[in-house]
Each structure stands twice: as structure tokens, then as C-alpha cells.
T-cell receptor, first 114, second 113 residues
């Protein structure tokens, strides 16, 4: 079991470009969560998805950010027209049927906007 | 809204010492509480998960306790080693069926050889 796989590990984008972050959950996990960790800050919830459904996006910025978890393939967090303030570590977590089994996190994608 | 606080923010101890990390939360209607370890530039490694009906969980040299009524959890590390140096995070979802994990800002532990 390879765990939660995120790629790329590091991503550099110029202001105004698009960033696409990928997350493959653990085998058998049907729930995916995205968290953001700004420099020197704690992790903040962004969005919770199940296959083909966004369940809770209350932590997602209203503009430029979107997420999907298609029937086939990894979950994608997409940031359009990136700005310097988007520079952060983005972590994906997955869980089995319900959160009472706990979360498994990936190693994260570190986005740097130059 | 749940607020999770971890004290101290940083801790430095000599190797071999036993230590306690503290986590407090403002809303006691939690479903479980999870302790994680984060190494610099790395992801989160789950250490212990305590369900709301449990008082403690143990794994090797780690013991985590949970007191819902007082809004506290502690992580006890016995016989600390330099390899234990990392940032320790506690996190909890609010209530049954909640999917939004609230994280503390962590305790940065340094174990001095």
C-alpha cells in the first residue's frame, strides 16, 4: 500500500500561471481532503471530496481555486492565475468510509509563486 | 468554531528525558483526536488516534490521553531520542460526521543528544 501520493513535490509558478496539484488516495479510501499550510501557520481545511462530488468546500477561496475528484484518476486541486500569497504547502489526506478511522496524509506539494 | 491550542510552541530537552506535550480545544463535542508528527519540509505522519469514548492510546514510547470534559489531550513521550525531534500536531474534527479537521499550531520538539 503506497499511502497517499501527491505530485509534484515541488512546483514553481510565475504570477498569473495555473497550478495543478494531484493527489491519489490510499487504496480503499473514498474520501479526499485538501489542506493548506501557509508559512509559519497551522494547517487549514480547504475542501472535502468524494468520487465525483464536492461535499464541503467551505475552506476554499471563492475565486481562482477549484477541486475535483473524478470517477477515474487522482483528485486535482487547481489554482488559476496564481499570486505570491498562494505560496504554501498543500496537503492531501484520505480516509476510509468515515473520519472515525482517522486521516492519512500525503507528503504535500510545496508551491512557490515567483 | 473549534479552536485548538498547543503549548508550549517549542520545547528543547536532553536525550532520555520523558516529556509531555499539551493540546487543548474549546468545543468538547469532538468525535476523536489525532496526534501527528511533521518533520521539516515533509508531510504528516499519524501517531495516535483516540476516539471520544477512549481515555488513552499507546504506541511504543508514546501515550496519548484525552479528557473531553476539560478539553485537553496530552502526548507523553518516554525516553526521548534525537530522532523524536519534529513538530507535533494535534487535530480534531468537530462532532460526529464532521470532516473539517481543526489543527493546533504545533509544538516544535528538539531532543539534544
Amino acid at each position: 500500500n503506497a499511502g497517499v501520493m501527491q505530485n509534484p513535490r515541488h512546483l514553481v509558478r510565475r504570477r498569473g500561471q495555473e497550478a495543478r496539484l494531484r493527489c491519489s488516495p490510499m487504496k480503499g479510501h473514498s474520501h479526499v481532503y485538501w489542506y493548506r499550510q501557509l508559512p509559519e501557520e497551522g494547517l487549514k481545511f480547504m475542501v472535502y471530496l468524494q468520487k465525483e462530488n464536492i461535499i464541503d468546500e467551505s475552506g476554499m477561496p471563492k475565486e481562482r481555486f477549484s477541486a475535483e475528484f473524478p470517477k477515474e484518476g487522482p483528485s486535482i486541486l487547481r489554482i488559476q492565475q496564481v499570486v505570491r500569497g498562494d505560496s504554501a504547502a498543500y496537503f492531501c489526506a484520505s480516509s476510509p468510509l468515515t473520519e472515525n478511522y482517522g486521516y492519512t496524509f500525503g507528503s504535500g506539494t510545496r508551491l512557490t509563486v515567483v | 468554531k473549534q479552536e485548538v491550542t498547543q503549548i508550549p510552541a517549542a520545547l528543547s530537552v536532553p536525550e532520555g528525558e520523558n516529556l509531555v506535550l499539551n493540546c487543548s480545544f474549546t468545543d468538547s463535542a469532538i468525535y476523536n483526536l489525532q496526534w501527528f508528527r511533521q518533520d521539516p519540509g515533509k508531510g504528516l505522519t499519524s501517531l495516535l488516534l483516540i476516539q471520544s469514548s477512549q481515555r488513552e492510546q499507546t504506541s511504543g514510547r508514546l501515550n496519548a490521553s484525552l479528557d473531553k470534559s476539560s478539553g485537553r489531550s496530552t502526548l507523553y513521550i518516554a525516553a526521548s531520542q534525537p530522532g523524536d525531534s519534529a513538530t507535533y500536531l494535534c487535530a480534531t474534527p468537530l462532532g460526529t460526521g464532521a470532516n473539517n479537521l481543526f489543527f493546533g499550531t504545533g509544538t516544535r520538539l528538539t531532543v539534544i543528544p
